[in-house]
């Protein structure tokens, strides 16, 4: 199969290195699925530019996210899998070196999902770590209908799922966002409100839309850089669950004032959250993404030469939506 890898951590266009890789076969338990859509992350640029840490393996195929079609089954797999297009995340991860960015790869079945028809596989591709931590981070501390949910980022990629899962779900959800085009983006999204935080005082404008009660549930982008809002949005008893905190890795808590509120403030890494979590996350997700009412959000297409440009255009940070490399094309 062609691929591309790295055997070094670095830029992508000095380490990524494109060729021939044998052919994976399914093992017990696996689907071996021809990959039509490897979904680019900020996590799959950590990895390969070593900000994550050493490699854990002398050989890492990049990219953890993806949509294909079931080729084959391994042994104790249903063969109806043989031929279904299907979306699928946790390709390349810790205790996995080859991922995506591939034309075949071997996947626990139990790390896929069928796709349902009328969405692509670019689409298909946008879901895995993105929707799947929008997914856990809002519903972890339970349901949200008939509740006030804050989004902080509720234009990124992350973020617009969140919107879009809480919408689905029943809430009323206030967005934070950084420009008139990200802002619109909230509302096509289902924000009821949005605010601009470059422009306006996020606490003060909640305290507005809630009657000063604050919100039910905040799902956080950046804890540490928004911690001092965060904490005069949020309502007695309620809960954060954050899932980034680049502002401030290492942010000066106030214990005091979180305690008082007696809230809930939850991390969220994906591939260590409960499995069950996760199982219920890809059934959810694949139910809404059936009904037709979504927006996913692919912000370029690449070929698999391409590898490197494609992980260049996350790194700048200007994308809207995720970054698809296609293996097939």
Same mark, same amino acid.
């Given at each position: 199969m062609k691929a591309i890898w790295y055997d070094r951590t670095g830029p992508a266009r000095e380490v990524f290195q494109y060729g021939d890789l044998p052919d994976p076969a @399914? &093992?017990?338990g696996q689907a071996l699925i021809r990959i039509m859509a490897s979904g680019v992350n900020p996590a799959d640029t950590y990895w390969r530019a070593g900000a994550a840490g @050493?490699?854990?393996? @002398?050989r890492i195929v990049p990219n953890?996210? #993806?949509? &294909?079609l079931v080729e084959a089954v391994g042994p104790g797999v249903d063969p109806a899998w /043989?031929? !279904?297009r299907v979306w699928f995340y946790n390709g390349q991860r810790n205790g996995r070196a080859f991922g995506t960015a591939a034309e075949l790869i071997e996947l626990d079945v139990d790390l896929i999902r069928e796709l349902p028809p009328g969405i692509s596989f670019a689409e298909g591709a946008t879901l895995g770590i993105p929707c799947m931590t929008a997914h856990r981070s809002l519903f972890l501390n #339970?349901? /949200?209908? #008939?509740r006030l949910v804050l989004v902080t980022g509720g234009a990124g990629a992350v973020g617009h799922y969140v919107v879009q899962l809480a919408k689905w779900a029943g809430a009323t959800v206030i967005a934070t966002v950084s420009s008139p085009e990200k802002a619109e983006r909230a509302r096509q999204g289902g924000a009821d409100h949005v605010i601009d935080y470059r422009r306006e005082d996020v606490a003060a404008r909640i305290?507005?839309?809630? &009657? #000063?009660? &604050? /919100?039910h549930h905040v799902v956080e982008v950046d804890l540490g850089g928004n911690l001092a809002a965060t904490l005069k949005s949020v309502r007695m008893n309620g809960s954060v669950a954050y899932y980034a905190t680049r502002g401030d890795p290492n942010p000066a808590f106030a214990v005091g004032a979180a305690m008082r509120l007696n809230l809930a403030i939850t991390g969220v890494y994906l591939p260590s959250s409960p499995?069950?979590?996760r199982r219920r996350a890809q059934d959810d997700i694949t139910r809404w993404i059936a009904t037709g009412e979504r927006i996913l959000s692919v912000a370029g297409l690449y070929p698999l030469k391409d590898c490197a440009a494609a992980h260049e255009a996350v790194e700048a940070?200007? !994308?809207v939506g995720t970054v698809v490399v296609e293996p097939n094309s």
């Open positions: @399914p &093992g017990r @050493p490699m854990p393996y @002398p953890s996210d #993806g949509a &294909g /043989v031929g !279904k #339970g349901p /949200v209908q #008939g305290a507005e839309i809630t &009657g #000063g009660e &604050g /919100v499995h069950e979590a940070g200007t !994308k």
